[in-house]
């Protein structure tokens, strides 16, 4: 028989069309036990029943929301509850933009369950009502950027072993201008102000994944006072943006082309936190190929 203590238990909660159901799913195929939409006032219940069960269930996630009546009104008392039989739980809130959350409900052409006539009017309501369950919550995944599959990346590397980790997907890309800044980015770093190979004839046509061209760039000193500013911002930033509850940072390095500068500092970038536990970092080099 197991306790309050052994049961690993996360709420998930928040906007409408932001993604819970996906994250369901994703814990379903962790081995998590699943329950949606479940009425807040039954969640001590269900944990008694475990708890008095010969059950082997160690890990819950249910997902609660405004579908539920009084689900806001007794959350306090039943998180309460939970206090007092002991149990550890997380909340987590899901969330994305105003404009992201219409789009996705006049793809699928379902109805907001706060405004059924108006999905706009009925989203702008929903984030009002939720803001103090938001501030309250122990993370915050904002998905306006996320495919379904992004998103099941990054709760599988949140919840490992039924433990929530602050881990932060960091994504690192580097493009040319020529072409366009990328769209998803969050810190956009202009590296256009170092030497470029581009007019080093025996280096023109070669990428900056070549190590003469690395070389060449790395070897500055204005690149290297560069790279360790840019270590010194980010080692101030990053932890905050964990703690802000951010799941996913785009970082986009940019150059003309896309084929030289940039390609060196973001792989320079991608060396600094790799083998950092704090971070799952991938690297992408958008541009590399079209000069």
């Given at each position: 028989?197991?306790?309050?203590?052994?049961?690993?238990l996360?709420?998930?909660t928040g906007?409408?069309?932001?993604?819970?159901?996906t994250v369901?799913?994703?814990?379903?195929?962790?081995?998590?036990?699943?329950i949606?939409?479940?009425?807040?006032?039954?969640?001590?219940?269900?944990?008694?029943?475990?708890?008095?069960?010969?059950?082997?269930?160690e890990?819950?996630?249910?997902?609660m929301?405004?579908?539920?009546?009084?689900?806001l009104?007794?959350?306090?008392?039943?998180?309460?509850e939970?206090?007092?039989?002991?149990?550890?739980?997380?909340?987590?809130?899901?969330?994305?933009?105003?404009?992201v959350?219409?789009?996705?409900?006049?793809?699928?052409?379902?109805?907001?369950?706060?405004?059924?006539?108006?999905p706009?009017?009925?989203?702008?309501?929903?984030?009002?009502?939720?803001?103090?369950?938001?501030?309250?919550?122990?993370?915050?995944i904002?998905?306006?950027?996320?495919?379904?599959?992004?998103?099941k990346?990054?709760?599988?590397?949140?919840?490992?072993?039924?433990?929530?980790?602050k881990?932060?997907n960091?994504?690192?890309?580097s493009?040319?201008?020529?072409?366009?800044?990328p769209?998803?980015?969050?810190?956009?770093?202009?590296?256009?102000?170092?030497?470029?190979?581009?007019?080093?004839?025996e280096?023109?046509?070669?990428s900056?994944?070549?190590?003469?061209?690395?070389e060449?760039?790395?070897?500055?000193?204005?690149?290297?006072?560069?790279?360790?500013?840019?270590?010194?911002?980010?080692?101030?930033?990053?932890?905050h943006y964990?703690d802000?509850?951010r799941?996913?940072?785009?970082?986009?390095?940019?150059?003309?082309?896309?084929?030289?500068?940039?390609?060196?500092?973001?792989q320079?970038?991608?060396?600094?936190?790799?083998?950092?536990?704090?971070?799952?970092v991938?690297?992408?080099?958008?541009?590399?190929?079209?000069?």
């Amino acid at each position: 028989m197991i306790d309050a203590k052994d049961i690993k238990l996360f709420i998930v909660t928040g906007l409408s069309g932001s993604g819970k159901s996906t994250v369901l799913k994703a814990l379903e195929d962790s081995g998590f036990y699943c329950i949606d939409n479940l009425p807040v006032i039954l969640l001590p219940e269900v944990l008694r029943l475990v708890i008095r069960s010969e059950w082997d269930i160690e890990k819950i996630v249910v997902v609660m929301d405004l579908r539920g009546k009084s689900f806001l009104k007794e959350l306090p008392r039943v998180l309460n509850e939970l206090d007092e039989m002991g149990q550890d739980y997380q909340v987590i809130f899901m969330e994305a933009k105003d404009d992201v959350l219409f789009r996705r409900y006049k793809e699928t052409r379902r109805l907001h369950p706060l405004n059924r006539d108006d999905p706009r009017a009925g989203i702008v309501k929903e984030r009002d009502v939720l803001s103090g369950l938001r501030k309250i919550s122990h993370k915050v995944i904002d998905t306006s950027s996320l495919t379904p599959h992004d998103l099941k990346s990054i709760i599988s590397n949140h919840f490992i072993d039924g433990v929530l980790k602050k881990r932060l997907n960091l994504n690192i890309i580097s493009f040319g201008y020529r072409y366009g800044n990328p769209m998803d980015a969050d810190i956009v770093m202009d590296v256009r102000f170092l030497p470029n190979p581009y007019f080093v004839e025996e280096l023109r046509l070669l990428s900056g994944l070549k190590p003469v061209v690395k070389e060449f760039i790395l070897e500055k000193d204005v690149t290297k006072s560069f790279l360790w500013k840019l270590r010194e911002l980010l080692n101030f930033l990053l932890p905050h943006y964990v703690d802000e509850g951010r799941a996913l940072l785009t970082i986009a390095i940019g150059c003309t082309g896309g084929m030289h500068r940039s390609v060196v500092i973001a792989q320079e970038l991608y060396k600094m936190f790799d083998k950092n536990d704090n971070y799952i970092v991938k690297i992408d080099h958008r541009d590399v190929k079209k000069t």
